[in-house]
Structure formats: structure tokens, C-alpha cells
């Protein structure tokens, strides 16, 4: 089946730690974006990448860095910079809009708590 | 800045009945919206979408409709069936970029 995969579903995280959050997808979708959403908040941008090796910083990107070195593969650290890092956290992919507007496809998400 | 808006956080419909979603936006240049359903501990579903040359589009229950004097769009789930309780965020985007979206509006229909 073809889809987006984003793991693990819940991460803990001791403060001052690094964390990576990993996202894949099978779609062959050049494009991917990751978001993060809070209780009562709607989904805010925080990187996105339009292809492979080029990546762009959203709303929020402060504390947070990406790569993206595979087509299929866009993992999001949240760096100890991050001063509020729980979270839940979604990515997503779709094809780019040169040829008409293509929804966004997201994963389930990861759920990233402080210990 | 909240560039889409939706204004109501929550409403409850019975069974069978029209459910409205309203959203608000304030960027003129978005040309391109879509409405997404989300579950608790789930990524966003896509519902339906409409471009900025469209005032209505329409798939099986759902409609969206895009008023773009007002800046505003509405989405219509005719008849509502329990199974449509949820979180339905708008979203809006210009040029196929990056999707801005709303905070959302939980739906409750009730049997």
C-alpha cells in the first residue's frame, strides 16, 4: 500500500536531548512538509522540501532541523533549542502544483513528550 | 498571523441534518483551499478541495462552497451521520505552496 509512515507514534525525550522523528513514504511524492500541532491549535509549518537536497524553513523552524538526502525519506531533530518541544507531530507529502493543485497526504504522526 | 480562521470551535448536529462548517481568510492571494478531517492520534484526512475559479464543488455528502468577495468558504455535510464527528480543519494555500491552516472546528452529530 502506498502511503506515509511516520514513526515511532509516541517519543519521549529527556530535556537537553536531541530527538529524531522519521517520515517515509512510498507515494513518489517530491515534496514533504512537517508540521506540529497543539491542543486547541491548528497545524503550523515548521520545514518543507519542494525535492531532493533542498529544503525550506516554515512558520516555526526555530529548534528544529531536517535533511533531505532521499526522495522517499524527510526526518525532522528537534534540537535542545527547541524550548517547548511537546507536541504532536505530523508530516506529509504531495506531488508539487506545476500540473494543478495536488492535496497534501499526511502520516499518522508522532507524539513527542518531555520526560 | 492567522491568515484562515475558523471562528467556531465546535458544533453539534443531529443526525440527518446539514452540518456547516464556516472558515474566513485574509490573504488575497490564496487560490487554492481545502478542507481536511482529522481523528484523535491521527494525521489529517483530505475531504474535498475548490479552486479560487470555482464557487462550489461537490463530492457524494459534501459540498464546499467559496465566496472570494467575503474571503470565506463553507463546507456542507447533507445528510450528517455519526461517523462524521470529528476535527475538520480548512486549509488554504497560494500556488500549490504550503498549506495554512485554520485551528478547526470539532463536529459532534448526534444519533
Known amino acids: 500500500d502506498g502511503g506515509i509512515t511516520q514513526s515511532p507514534k509516541y517519543l519521549f525525550r529527556k530535556e537537553g536531548q536531541n530527538v529524531t522523528l522519521s517520515c517515509e513514504q512510498n507515494l513518489n511524492h517530491d515534496a514533504m512538509y512537517w508540521y506540529r500541532q497543539d491542543p486547541g491549535q491548528g497545524l503550523r509549518l515548521i520545514y518543507y522540501?519542494?525535492?531532493?537536497?533542498?529544503?525550506q524553513k516554515g512558520d516555526i523552524a526555530e529548534g528544529y532541523s531536517v535533511s533531505r538526502e532521499k526522495k522517499e525519506s524527510f526526518p525532522l531533530t528537534v534540537t535542545s533549542a527547541q524550548k517547548n518541544p511537546t507536541a504532536f507531530y505530523l508530516c506529509?507529502?504531495?506531488?508539487?502544483?506545476?500540473?494543478?493543485?495536488?492535496?497534501?497526504?499526511f502520516g499518522d504522526g508522532t507524539r513527542l513528550s518531555i520526560l | 498571523d492567522q491568515q484562515v480562521k475558523q471562528n467556531s470551535p465546535s458544533l453539534s448536529v443531529q443526525e440527518g441534518r446539514i452540518s456547516i462548517l464556516n472558515c474566513d481568510y485574509t490573504n488575497s492571494m490564496f487560490d487554492y483551499f481545502l478542507w481536511y478531517k482529522k481523528y484523535p492520534a491521527e494525521g489529517p484526512t483530505f475531504l474535498i478541495s475548490i479552486s479560487s475559479i470555482k464557487d462550489k464543488n461537490e463530492d457524494g455528502r459534501f459540498t464546499v462552497f467559496l465566496n472570494k468577495s467575503a474571503k470565506h468558504l463553507s463546507l456542507h455535510i447533507v445528510p450528517s451521520q455519526p461517523g462524521d464527528s470529528a476535527v475538520y480543519f480548512c486549509?488554504?494555500?497560494?500556488?500549490?505552496?504550503?498549506?495554512?491552516f485554520g485551528k478547526g472546528t470539532s463536529l459532534l452529530v448526534t444519533p
Open positions: 486549509a488554504a494555500s497560494r500556488s500549490g505552496y504550503a498549506l495554512n
Open positions: 522540501s519542494q525535492i531532493v537536497n533542498d529544503f
Open positions: 506529509a507529502s504531495r506531488v508539487p502544483g506545476r500540473e494543478g493543485n495536488q492535496p497534501q497526504h
